[in-house]
Structure formats: C-alpha cells, structure tokens
C-alpha cells in the first residue's frame, strides 16, 4: 500500500492493486480540542495548508460549513485551528470538512512503464515482482563478478607462494641471453605444479610476479599466503553457495536493506476503512424554504410567502395536497406542487418511523377512509395521488408524526345527513401502518364536516434498535456491529472513555467516537453502578471504585478517575455483582486470583478516588470474569 509524507489516513479499499482507474481516499487527521474547536494535525498528499484553508474557507462562504475562524499555527507540525460558530456540532463539521473541503481527496494511481520496449499500466504487484527479479538478476550478476574476480586472486596468490616457496624466483638470477628466456625458464619452472592451478599461466601472470621486489622469504610470508588462500577459498565457497541459493541471497539483501534504512523512516500514513460521508445528512441548513400554501408553490424565492424551514441546497423537499398529491422536489427557487398544499417537510429516504395520518373522502363515492403510512422511496418531481384516485377527492385530516405517533380525533358528520350519531371519536392507533398506495380503511359512508385533533397519543412502532459500529465509530440502526438494545425518544446513551471520562449523549446518528479509546457503551441507566479500575502513575498502583452517575448534562466528559498525566482506566464495567480476574508472573511465578469487587469496596461518590487493589507490576493482566447464566427464562432476553 502506498505512504505519503505528508502523513494523515488513507482507505485503500478502492486502490485495486494499483492499476489504473482505482483510486485511494487520503484524509487530514481532524481532532475535537473542545466543544467549539477543531484541529487538523495534518493534512492529504498533494495538498498545502494554503490550499487546504482556503477550501474551508470556500465551503463555509458556500454554507456548507459553519466556521467561525481558521487559524494556521503551523510550524514543524501541521497545526491548523478551526473555531466553530455557535450551536454548531463539531462531530458534523468533521464529517463535512471531509465531504466539502480538500480534507479528503481522493488519489488515482496511473503507473506506465516501459517493458520490452513497449509502455504498459501496470499493477503494483506487477512492478514489485518485476523490480525484485530486476534486482535478483543484478545481484546474480553482482556474485558472478565477484567469484570471478576471487578466483583471479586465488589464482595469483597461489602462482606467488609457488614462485616463493619453489624458489622459481631464481631464475632472475641465472644468466639468460634474453628476457624473453628468463621469463620462458620461469613459465617452464611452473609446469610441475599447473595441475593444481585453475587456469593456464599467462604471460601476464609471469611478468607481474617479476615486478614483486625479491628479498629473503620467511616462512612466515609462505604461512600468510596459505591463510590468504585459505580465505579466498572460504569466500569462493560462500558465494557459490549464494549463487545456488540466490533468492534465499536475495531475501536477505532486502532485509539488510530494512535493518540498515528502516529507522526513521516507519509508515507515516495510517491504514483504516472510511464510512461513507453523505453530503446530504451534513450539509447545513441555511437556506430559507418558504410556501405559498393556496397557490401551491415552495421555493427559496418565495420571501414574501410563509417561512416554512431552513434546508440545504442537497436536500429534497415532500410536500402533500389537500387534492391527496404527494410530491418531492429539489430545492430551488420557485416550483409548483399543487393547490391548497398540507404540509412541506425535508425528505429523508428509507425514513422508516416517520408516519403519515390521513383521512380523505373519495370523490366518486363520497367514503371516507383512513390510512397510516410510510415515504420510504419516491421518484423525484413525480406526482403520487394517495387517494383511490377520483376526481374531486380530498382530505379532511392529515398530520406527520416522527416516531409514529397516533393521535384521537373527533369527527363531525354533515348535519343533514341521515346517520344516527353524527359525532364521534376515531382512534387512529387502531389502523395497521401500510404502503402509501393502499386505500385504508372505512371511517364513515356518511359526508364528513370536519376532523378535529383531540389528544395526542403514543408511538405504535417498535422502540428504536440501536448499534454501535466499532469500525467506524458510528451508531447506526442497519444492524452494524454491536447490539445496543432498544431506544424510545427519552432514552441516553453512556460512553465511557480510556483516559477515565464518561459522557452522557443523545440517539444522533451523526455523532462519531474514537473506537481505540471507547471501553465501554450502553443504554444509559442512571441506577446502574459502574465499577472501575485505573491505574494511578504517582502511586504505581492499582485503585477500584464503585459509583453512581450524578450528572445528567448531555455531550460533557466528565473524569470519574484520579486526575494526573499517565492515568488511565484499566477496566469497567456495569454488570451488578462483577469479578475480576488477576493474573500476575509468569511461567512457574505465575499468580492468580479472582476478586468479588463487592466485598472490597462500597458504592462512593463519582468524584471519590477509590480504594487500592494492587501495586503496579508491569506482568499484571486483568479482565471481567463472564456471567455464568442458567435457568434463565429466554423471554428475558432478545
């Protein structure tokens, strides 16, 4: 995988092996500082800290942002500071930094080379094989000279103990009529011993042993020429037998490589999967949407008509008729729905908990029904009539309700018609929720007057069910990671967090969590005892304690641990009688022990230090001892 300086996060998932056509998302690593602050420590390849500014910049002159100000502290590090204007979720504006800033971008990779003379895209594993056994048969080569070249030394170095220890040396002193015969004398002097020898003696070889200075030879000069043969032949030894292991060689020349080179210059770009940023679910509202609910028009143009909600330019609008029509639009300027329009809201597509109470009165008939519905899916800019489809149908009551909610009505019919009660209670509790397609079910065949609201009433669907992606970071109602439980409106959650803080939040999907520091997550149940144990650094020890939340502001932290640098929560949990397992040593030495908490420590205050439970000793390993559960009853659980 590749690695930038510049450092940051990357998700290779499209990268495809490098060939061309994949790409790779490079993200700056974004952190909270506080509530109201942000800071980019670094930022995407190819990317300066100019250029990256002034993309926020730009997104926040476009509105897609909401900043306050960008600061660039940088000096040896990239430090980049953002204030958030007020009210503005720092967990959203980092989603949309990456969808609307240089913060994120995405990197093509497009390798051409020429191999056998021809350019070709290539794949990354394609190029690493292709440059290893370039580098195998330069290495081969690189072996092969260098045998080549001890085998010439071995070859003089013999030739030069022969000439010494023979004496052929003397025959530079005898008298020869020519040098041509001195060197002939020599070269025949050598014939007993060219067995030994591993090529022909050449010319060459004679006259360079001529050029050695002739003094008295000791037999410690024979002795270090026997040693440098000896030595030749190991090498010559080793390198033949490199030669007949040459990827084995090569392996290792790699890895030198690595001991040699590596230090310093370790992965700088960290590797995880990305979630997917919908521009739509972060872009902020700032546009005014406006209606003119007679005439049957909506749009951002329409100022002097009712304001209806602030949306973005990503978002679709629903609008519904008193005609029965159903509509979903873009945002723009000015666009007609239909007369006498119901009610305008934001689309939110696979919406499954918000649901639509209606009662229409068919126009060729005269009945009157009633449906409860979802929008789960829609063709945009095509009309849907929710009616049985008559001319002149129409609906007396219509409300949205966000999580299902079903109210009680009073009807009123026409007085002149024959029924016997003409006024009465409708329980729209007692209607299944259906496709919007669906005619409903009869409430009168009678003429209706009106339809008043009478009381509110309770959600009819299914508490909402909650998981935490730990991936990612993410709650998420698909069914991604692990099972929360079941959620109603009012419900919390509880985080509890590595360096001892907990934080109570709401149901808000947008939220994000830093996986590796999140020990534990749950519904929050304010009389559930927490039991924690952290490691205090001052006093190299182990301390337990047992408490309550007594908080109840959202989205704070709060630390519950001693505070001091190095301080760090070893385990938690929420379970009413837990035990801890302990195990210190280890081999022989080693010690274990299982510790009912309950018996040594009461419950105490959030902010109370705890007890200690043991020394620091670097072998020590903790963990929650499981539940042993029998003859439960299974309607106890999911």
Request: hydrophobic fraction near 35%; charged fraction near 30%; proline fraction near 2%.
């Amino acid at each position: 995988m590749p690695d930038f300086q510049t450092g940051g996060t990357m998700d290779p998932s499209g990268y495809n092996d490098g060939v061309r056509g994949g790409k790779i998302r490079v993200r700056a690593i974004i952190e909270e500082l506080d509530k109201k602050t942000l800071v980019i420590r670094s930022v995407p390849y190819g990317v300066t800290t100019t250029q990256l500014m002034e993309s926020i910049v730009k997104a926040n002159d476009q509105g897609k942002i909401k900043v306050k100000k960008v600061n660039d502290h940088t000096a040896a590090e990239v430090e980049i500071i953002i204030e958030l204007a007020p009210g503005i979720s720092p967990d959203i504006t980092i989603d949309a930094l990456y969808a609307f800033t240089d913060c994120e971008v995405s990197i093509s990779p497009n390798a051409c080379v020429i191999v056998q003379n021809k350019p070709r895209f290539l794949k990354v594993s394609e190029l690493l094989k292709t440059a290893t056994y370039n580098t195998k048969d330069l290495l081969k080569k690189e072996l092969e000279i260098k045998l080549a070249e001890l085998h010439e030394k071995w070859h003089y170095t013999s030739l030069e103990k022969i000439f010494f220890e023979e004496k052929i040396y003397k025959e530079l002193e005898k008298k020869h009529e020519t040098w041509d015969k001195v060197l002939e004398a020599i070269d025949k002097a050598f014939t007993p011993f060219k067995k030994v020898l591993k090529r022909e003696i050449t010319r060459e070889d004679i006259i360079k042993l001529t050029e050695k200075p002739v003094r008295r030879i000791y037999k410690l000069d024979i002795d270090e020429l026997n040693d440098q043969i000896k030595g030749l032949e190991n090498d010559i030894k080793q390198v033949k037998h490199d030669l007949a292991n040459l990827t084995d060689f090569a392996v290792a020349y790699y890895e030198n490589l690595l001991k040699k080179f590596g230090k310093g210059r370790e992965r700088k770009t960290a590797i995880r999967q990305f979630d997917v940023i919908e521009a739509k679910s972060v872009a902020i509202a700032n546009i005014k949407l406006y209606a003119n609910f007679a005439d049957g028009f909506i749009g951002t143009g329409l100022k002097k008509d009712e304001l209806v909600a602030e949306v973005s330019d990503l978002d679709d609008i629903i609008a519904f008729t008193k005609g029965g029509i159903m509509k979903v639009v873009k945002v723009s300027d000015k666009v007609f729905i239909g007369k006498d329009i119901l009610h305008v809201a934001v689309f939110m597509k696979n919406d499954e908990r918000t649901t639509y109470n209606m009662i229409y009165a068919d126009g060729k008939t005269g009945i009157s029904y009633a449906k409860r519905f979802n929008v789960t899916g829609i063709t945009r800019d095509k009309e849907y009539d929710l009616t049985k489809g008559s001319e002149k149908s129409k609906v007396h009551y219509f409300t949205s309700n966000a999580n299902g909610e079903a109210e009680v009505v009073k009807i009123l019919l026409s007085p002149n018609c024959s029924a016997r009660i003409k006024e009465f209670d409708f329980y729209f509790e007692e209607q299944d929720i259906k496709g919007r397609g669906s005619i409903g079910n009869q409430v009168t065949k009678y003429p209706i007057k009106s339809v008043k609201f009478k009381e509110a009433g309770n959600s009819t669907l299914d508490a909402k069910k909650l998981w935490f992606d730990n991936k990612f970071g993410r709650l998420n109602s698909d069914e991604k990671g692990e099972y929360l439980g079941k959620f109603e409106a009012e419900d919390r959650l509880l985080v509890i967090y590595s360096d001892g803080n907990y934080e109570i939040t709401d149901q808000e999907l947008t939220q994000r969590f830093e996986t590796d520091k999140v020990l534990l997550i749950e519904k929050f149940d304010p009389e559930k005892i927490i039991t924690a144990v952290y490691f205090d650094k001052e006093k190299l020890q182990y301390s337990v304690k047992r408490f309550k939340i007594e908080t109840s502001t959202l989205h704070n932290k709060f630390l519950f641990i001693k505070e001091g640098e190095g301080n760090y929560l070893e385990a938690v949990t929420t379970d009413e009688e837990p035990i801890l397992a302990m195990q210190s040593g280890r081999g022989a030495q080693v010690r274990k022990a299982k510790i009912k908490i309950v018996k040594v420590v009461d419950v105490m205050g959030w902010k109370a230090l705890g007890n200690k439970l043991a020394d620091f000793n670097k072998s020590i390993e903790m963990q929650w001892e499981p539940k042993v559960l029998n003859n439960l009853q299974p309607e106890l659980f999911e």
